[in-house]
């Protein structure tokens, strides 16, 4: 497993970060992990709200829409990356 350590300034050890890859297999081997993910995941009702508010905005204005590859293509273009 090629987990990564996260260090505060003092080069103390404050997590880890493990590849999604890695993440996914643990979760199909060990059931709870999953479920454990699963809970720890708490939206503001709120949040829901705007999510809601911008999926309805998509869903009834696809033309005002761009997709991931052209809004990348004109940001490389725009600063010559």
């Given at each position: 497993?090629?987990?990564q350590y996260i260090k505060d300034a003092q080069g103390n050890n404050t997590g880890v970060f493990i590849p999604i890859?890695?993440?996914q297999l643990l979760t199909?081997?060990?059931i709870g992990l999953q479920q454990i993910e699963l809970e720890g995941i708490d939206i503001p009702d709120w949040h829901k709200q705007?999510?809601?508010e911008r999926l309805k905005d998509y869903y009834q204005n696809p033309?005002?829409?761009a997709d991931f590859n052209s809004t990348l293509n004109e940001i490389k273009a725009k600063y010559v990356l």
């Open positions: 497993m090629s987990l890859d890695e993440w199909e081997k060990y705007i999510l809601d033309e005002n829409n």
